[in-house]
């Protein structure tokens, strides 16, 4: 059985792409298998750097195909902020909770007609030998004025989705991963991944 690395600590999600993979021989690790790589810094202006980073220090740490995906919110009035820096746009220290008053600090005076957004997902990737797949998503919507829903995490209470009418934070775990920016790149990447995989172990 092939192995793949996907870069974090998240059990969760290393379960969730195995599930996506149940069949195609290729077993799913996460970096809690691998203590001895730290924090990897992102240091990357764009999604697909930051995943680009992620993925490349990982492969050549274990010398295995190792994933990674960068993603965060993009807002229009905002000129593309929070941007890469999403996950810490209310400082080093920053939380959900703490980052979702800044947003709506810094949009309290944008009219409905301008809080267009988006999440952005990059998802990279990378074979020991230097191949790499690289995939895109986005999920359109706007911010809203009050955080809405108990689910999800980040900027999900305050994105709405005007398709759905609800906030990615109302919506069921399934409604959300058939939708969102993540679920879109993911989907692609999967549709070439059991190949590259088998290439890879094929050159090794």
Known sequence: MSKVVLA??????????QAMLAGQGIEVLGLDCFPEIGEIEETGDTFEENARIKARAVSAATGLVAL??????????LGGEPGVRSARYSGQDATDASNNAKLLAAM??????????R????????A??????????EWPGTVGRAPKGEGGFGYDP??????????ASEMTP???NGRSHRGRAMRELL????????KAARAA
């Open 8 to 17: 974090t600590r998240n059990q969760g999600k290393v379960r969730e792409l």
């Open 68 to 77: 990674a995906d960068d993603s965060g919110l993009a807002v229009d009035a």
């Open 108 to 117: 309290a005076a944008v009219p409905d007609a301008a809080r267009g957004c």
């Open 119 to 126: 999440f952005v997902s990059a998802v990279v990737a990378h």
């Open 128 to 137: 020991p030998g230097g191949d790499e797949l690289l995939y895109r998503g």
């Open 158 to 167: 305050l994105f709405f989705d005007p398709e759905l009418g609800l906030t």
């Open 174 to 176: 399934g409604q959300k």
């Open 191 to 198: 549709k070439h991944l059991p190949a590259f995989v088998k």
